[in-house]
T-cell receptor, first 118, second 115 residues
Framework: AQKITQTQPGMFVQEKEAVTLDCTYD???????LFWYKQPSSGEMIFLIY??????QNATEGRYSLNFQKARKSANLVISASQLGDSAMYFC???????????????FGQGTILTVHP | KAGVTQTPRYLIKTRGQQVTLSCSPI?????VSWYQQTPGQGLQFLFE?????QRNKGNFPGRFSGRQFSNSRSEMNVSTLELGDSALYLC?????WGQGSYEQYFGPGTRLTVT
């Protein structure tokens, strides 16, 4: 079963508008973390935002916010005021604690290509 | 603070050869993870090292191996290269176990082409 599902292969948004990229996850581990990364055409993965499963508030980093709905197992990324430079592939990823045995292992979704139009 | 560096950035090898890729983590980071990215399989976890010990391993054949040195730099080796090993290999560094932070920062990757 897919642990991370990104159902939107591609998304389009007008410059300066907000956009939401969907991510649902599947885990039975009570302790886990969710990440969003941006990958421009250059290939480098750029860390955007992190949300821990026990965090009470939704994570925010500048124009990025993570809409964390634990009961629905969703962790959508919201980008406000889109810019042309936001055009890239976006990946949702999960780290499961596995009883403290798994620290640096991320499971990634298939990604969503975001295109920002002027 | 310098980011994660990976060398070489591009590599072309022939089937059957072996290759070694290098990753230098962010200063102070002690955990290094490796990932393979292909158009068909997406991003897949290879292995993770912390304090020179392999802590986790993904579902890859034994041809894929790695190690970490005392300065936290890591290398991965692929022996007997196959065409399907052509991929972008990404290294990520983080503070490490018990440090209270799980954020992983990626390097620019090594693009390996096997002919």
């Amino acid at each position: 079963a897919q642990k991370i599902t990104q159902t939107q292969p591609g998304m389009f948004v007008q410059e300066k508008e907000a956009v939401t990229l969907d991510c649902t996850y599947d885990t039975s581990d009570p302790s886990y973390g969710l990440f969003w990364y941006k990958q421009p055409s250059s290939g480098e993965m750029i860390f955007l935002i992190y949300q821990g499963s026990y965090d009470q508030q939704n994570a925010t980093e500048g124009r990025y916010s993570l809409n964390f709905q634990k009961a629905r197992k969703s962790a959508n990324l919201v980008i406000s005021a889109s810019q042309l430079g936001d055009s890239a592939m976006y990946f949702c990823a999960m780290r499961e604690d596995a009883g403290g045995t798994s620290y640096g292992k991320l499971t990634f979704g298939q990604g969503t290509i975001l295109t920002v139009h002027p | 603070k310098a980011g994660v560096t990976q060398t070489p950035r591009y590599l072309i090898k022939t089937r059957g050869q072996q290759v070694t890729l290098s990753c230098s983590p962010i200063s102070g980071h002690r955990s290094v993870s490796w990932y393979q990215q292909t158009p068909g399989q997406g991003l897949q976890f290879l292995f993770e090292y912390f304090s020179e010990t392999q802590r986790n391993k993904g579902n890859f054949p034994g041809r894929f191996s790695g190690r970490q040195f005392s300065n936290s730099r890591s290398e991965m080796n692929v022996s007997t290269l196959e065409l399907g090993d052509s991929a972008l290999y990404l290294c990520a560094s983080s503070l490490g176990w018990g440090q209270g932070s799980y954020e992983q920062y990626f390097g620019p990757g090594t693009r390996l082409t096997v002919t």
